[in-house]
Nanobody, 127 residues
């Protein structure tokens, strides 16, 4: 089973950028659909972005469309989340998640579909 470790979180001013990275261990990463979720204090976990194992299909929450970009490198076992034009409401713990996918085009947007989760990375956006 794949294990996930996030990095790249931190404190940034509104309008700034951060790049989160998730490194996976295990030889089956290239067959995992991946996603990024976030959870702010007092709020439920929410979907941010997802990517198929081929990398050819992506999906985004409406709140981050046009500002965030998800990408993956199967040769390096990594999936990244580039976050631009950050807003204070983007402040949350961000989690990387993965699930074995039956096709190279499948993207999951429901957290319940993911079998593997990272430990989370704090992102704080100051106003």
């Amino acid at each position: 089973q794949v294990q996930l470790v996030e990095s790249g979180g931190g404190l940034v001013q509104a309008g700034g950028s951060l790049r989160l990275s998730c490194v996976a261990s295990g030889r089956t990463f290239s067959r995992y659909a991946m996603g990024w979720f976030r959870q702010a204090p007092g709020k439920e976990r929410e979907f941010v972005a997802g990517i198929s194992w081929s990398g050819g299909v992506t999906s985004y929450a409406e709140s981050v469309k046009g500002r965030f970009a998800i990408s993956r490198d199967n040769a390096k076992n990594t999936v990244d989340l580039q976050m631009n034009s950050l807003k204070p409401e983007d402040t949350a713990v961000y989690y990387c998640a993965g699930n074995r996918s039956p096709t190279p085009f499948t993207v999951y947007g429901n957290g319940a579909a993911f079998e593997t989760w990272g430990q989370g990375a704090q992102v704080t956006v100051s106003s």
